[in-house]
Structures are given as structure tokens and as C-alpha cells.
């Protein structure tokens, strides 16, 4: 049971390139969502999931892009990567009652230059 | 827009002396949770408040929710070497049941041995 898994864990891209990171969970959550973790910010809300084909917005969704094709997996896309993006990611998952923990991902550390 | 702050952002420590980091909401909340960071880690799920002015207690930490349903608060007592990492809270995001939730900036705690 490996619970929240992201890949890759560590990339550094160069200022406009492009790239997708992987979370899946074998939870069998509904829920999903991405963080970004700046220092002295705390972690914030970047988009989310409450189901297979749904997403929206959190706090800070731009210059991000989201897919949930499928129930165990949230993709997140940079189309053109900006420095202000160098942080790390954390994927995480809950269950669908009315309060529940959030279960995290190891996190990805995404370096743009 | 709705705000969480945690006080202090950081506190070094001597092994053995306690330790208290207080969250405060801009807005009423239905429940608070609290979560743990290890340095190079990824956030893990301590406890949930849900009632006013609610005490819990976990071993040496002890958790409260204020009677207005605002603020809450962390007191490690006796702190040790394994108590050093980032201690989060969160709030609901908004009003829906999405499960989304804003995080304080964190309190970031050094044990000196």
C-alpha cells in the first residue's frame, strides 16, 4: 500500500519549457489536490479534484493546468515554466466525509531557471 | 480573503523546555487540523478539532480550539530532539464541503540537545 506517490521527485527546467507532474494514490479517494510550498508561505492551494473528470481552482492556479482522467491520478502541468514556479509540489488525497486528513505525497522540488 | 496565521514562525528551544504555537482564522471554523513536517518531509496529519473550546491530547502535545471557533493552539511540553520539524494548521477553504483547506505559514521548531 504505497498510499500518495509523485513522480519525478526532483527536475529543474529551464524558463519556458514545459513539463507534467504525476500523483497517484491506491486509496480509492475522491478527493485530490495540489499544494505549492514557498518558504515563510506555508503551503497553498494550486487546483483540486473532487472526482474522476472534474478540477478547479485554488488559491494560486495560474500558470498551472490540471487533468483527473482517472480517479487514482492528478497530473499537473506547467505550459511554460516561470521562475516565480520554483517551489515544492505536494500532492495530496482525502476521503469524501465531511472532515478527514489529507494524506501528502513526498513532494516534488521543481527548479526553474 | 480568508486569511490563517500561526505565531511565532520560528523557536529554538532547549531540549526539555515546552513549546506553544498558536493559529489564529480570520474566519469561524467548522473544524481545525494540525499537521507535522520533518525537515526534507512532507506534511503529516497530527489531529482534528472539531468542537468549541475543545482539548485533545497526544502524549506530550496538547491541542486546543478556541470557544469562538478563531484560533487554537500547540503546547509540546518537555520538548525533545524528534519534536524538531514544521508544525502547520488548516482551515477549511471556503465554505463547500471539498475537503480544500488554508494552511498558516507554520512554526518551524529547533531543539538545541
Known amino acids: 500500500n504505497a498510499g500518495v506517490t509523485q513522480t519525478p521527485k526532483f527536475r529543474v527546467l529551464k524558463t519556458g519549457q514545459s513539463m507534467t507532474l504525476l500523483c497517484a494514490q491506491d486509496m480509492n479517494h475522491e478527493y485530490m489536490y495540489w499544494y505549492r510550498q514557498d518558504p515563510g508561505m506555508g503551503l497553498r492551494l494550486i487546483h483540486y479534484s473532487v472526482g474522476e473528470g472534474t478540477t478547479a481552482k485554488g488559491e494560486v492556479p495560474d500558470g498551472y493546468n490540471v487533468s483527473r482522467l482517472k480517479k487514482q491520478n492528478f497530473l499537473l502541468g506547467l505550459e511554460s515554466a516561470a521562475p516565480s514556479q520554483t517551489s515544492v509540489y505536494f500532492c495530496?488525497?482525502?476521503?469524501?466525509?465531511?472532515?478527514?486528513?489529507?494524506?501528502f505525497g513526498e513532494g516534488s522540488r521543481l527548479t526553474v531557471l | 480573503g480568508q486569511q490563517v496565521m500561526q505565531i511565532p514562525q520560528y523557536q529554538h528551544v532547549q531540549e526539555g523546555e515546552d513549546f506553544t504555537t498558536y493559529c489564529n482564522s480570520s474566519t469561524t471554523l467548522s473544524n481545525i487540523q494540525w499537521y507535522k513536517q520533518r525537515p526534507g518531509g512532507h506534511p503529516v496529519f497530527l489531529i482534528q478539532l472539531v468542537k468549541s473550546g475543545e482539548v485533545k491530547k497526544q502524549k506530550r502535545l496538547t491541542f486546543q480550539f478556541g470557544e469562538a471557533k478563531k484560533n487554537s493552539s500547540l503546547h509540546i511540553t518537555a520538548t525533545q530532539t524528534t519534536d524538531v520539524g514544521t508544525y502547520f494548521c488548516?482551515?477549511?477553504?471556503?465554505?463547500?464541503?471539498?475537503?480544500?483547506?488554508?494552511f498558516g505559514q507554520g512554526t518551524t521548531l529547533q531543539v538545541k540537545p
Open positions: 495530496a488525497s482525502r476521503w469524501t466525509g465531511l472532515t478527514g486528513e489529507l494524506f
Open positions: 488548516a482551515g477549511p477553504l471556503g465554505s463547500s464541503n471539498t475537503g480544500k483547506l488554508i
